[in-house]
């Protein structure tokens, strides 16, 4: 009897052997994280109101997009099981919320133009 | 006037906007049940085609497995007796008889699916044998499988199954439907495999002697489809026949619940919406009582006028029609899988030209829901007199 079924490939699951974290589990961290992050620079645009460090802020939040798809679809991934609930769930949720980010990020570059007025 | 309209739209931008919303939620519910339905069939005609069936055989006491396997890619084992190959191919009106076996793999381990094998008899195959010819020019060889698109694996790498190993020679393209997720070897691999199972696999598999799961079937006229399968029926006892007709008609039964929940959504919020956006329009052409009179002593004409607010609302329909449609295809896009999942459904982005229509369709009726709320206080305006309209309203 072999100790380990049908080796890997039965289900094609590359994520995980017992007692370490999955793929999803990692990617739920760093999504956490980058939550985090991306709420603190939110409260910062609450609180800044000078134009150019509005700008900078909304670049960053724009990166965090970025980062909040990268995570599931490139740098860490989710679980190969196709019906796995992190693959058909999380996965398209996490990267319409990077494109929401992106866009609102976009949103306060964009709207944060104007030519600052000379102060004496 | 384009421009002008443009501008009174771009003036009041909060009700506009409410309105846009308005418009986007009739748009996206009539879209997504359209896209959900045409979906599923397209789905399904793009399996039938891969299987290159015209009916699919199944034992009678297994049908609702067969089905989950080729609507859903739920993995099941079930066989009957290969004698009923020899009937079925001796019943008028069938040419071709494919003998396949279902085998359903282990699971591995927690996040991990059960993936279903299916055994060909290469020399009767004509499922993946049309694919091999014009992708590989060869034959499937001894342990080699051809995967669905959803199996993870690149050619020439090696994948286990009741500890056997093969060798990917080849991918199937996207169907949406079980197919996606399906494994096919040759029918004297499988029954090695199984043999060897009861040491390399924790949980052995068993193929009876001559035993096979499905036969597929092709006809001499594909008209003649819905006759022969119940001669079949009739003649093979002990078998029902899959057509794709009861697999489309199968879908249709589970969308049912969905496309009637979008469809009512859609006539509550144009129910809601309409009055809604008569009230807006009149509340409107009040607000503009003396711009209207200013540009009737202009010059403008009274179908003008009339163009200007219907125009008005027309527009602002077509914008939250588009809008709608394009905000459900992206969520419909992304959600594909969570989808067929949930509902049990096959189901892939229909192609482009009902993709087309089902839109086109969805903006032309929103656009229309529009035109109806707004033809009263356009008539109204249009009717005003120049006079009344200066002194009485403001600018």
Redesign the interface.
Known sequence: ??PM??????????????GML?K?GYTARAEAAVGIIVILTGLALFVQKVNKYRKVLGGAVVGFGILTILIPTVLIGV??????PC???TL?AL??LGALIIVAGAIVVLTHNEIPTETH | MIRLILKNIIYRPIRNGALILSFAFIAASLFSGNYLTTGAADSISEEISQLGADLIVVPEQYSAEGEAVLLRGEPSTFFFDRKVLDDVEHVNGVVLAAPQIYIA???????????QLIAIDPSRDFTIAPWLKESRKQPIGKDEIIVGS????DVGA??????HAFTIAGTLKHTGTGVD?TVFLRAEDARVMAAESA?????PVTLPDGGISVILVKVAHPADVADIARNIAEQVPGTKVITPDSLVSQVAGRLSSITRLLAMAAIIATLVTLPLIALISVMTMQERVREIGILRALGATRAKIFGLIFGETVLVAAIGGCIGIAIST??LI??Q??IA?TVGIPLSVPTGGSLLLSAASAVILTTAIGGIAAILPAIKAAGMDISEAIRSGDL
Do not use: H, W
């Not at chain 1, 679980?79 to 796995?84: E, G, K, Q, R, Y």
């Open positions: 009897m072999s079924p049908e080796k890997m490939g039965d289900g094609q699951s590359a994520s995980m052997t017992s999955m999803c679980c190969n099981a196709l019906s796995a693959r058909i769930g398209p990267i319409l | 793999t282990l699971p591995a381990d927690c996040c991990s699916d059960l993936v959803q199996i993870v694996g090696t994948r286990y199954f009741y500890g997720r040491i390399t696999a924790y949980e992206v969520l992304l959600f899988e969570y999942f």
